[in-house]
Nanobody
């Protein structure tokens, strides 16, 4: 099993920045995909960024050029730097790890609210 805990969310004004963190523990060596997703009530969970360990991240169209995902393998941490935030970025942000056998793990999420 893999446990994921997100942090760093909060309230920020439009144009501001936040850095989300995801702390992973457990059998992380059995996973090879890292990602961030977000969800607004009543809508489907949306891809923000994802990468294979050691590879370059792929970003959702709505965040390209503004968000940057990074990983610290030694510390089992994944980060999401979010710049130039917009009100439409308001959502609960979830960290995701994907396993070699198709298993997927989620954190509980962290709320990001961007005021106009």
């Amino acid at each position: 099993q893999v446990q994921l805990v997100e942090s760093g969310g909060g309230l920020v004004q439009s144009g501001g920045s936040l850095r989300l963190s995801c702390a992973a523990s457990g059998r992380t060596f059995s996973t090879y995909v890292r990602g961030w997703y977000r969800q607004v009530p009543g809508k489907q969970r949306e891809l923000v960024a994802t990468s294979i360990v050691g590879g370059r991240p792929n970003y959702g169209d709505s965040v390209k050029g503004r968000f940057t995902m990074s990983t610290d393998v030694a510390k089992n941490m994944v980060y999401l730097q979010m710049n130039n935030l917009r009100p439409e970025d308001t959502a609960v942000y979830y960290c995701n790890f994907g396993g070699l056998n198709g298993e997927t793990y989620w954190g509980r999420g962290t709320q990001v609210t961007v005021s106009s």
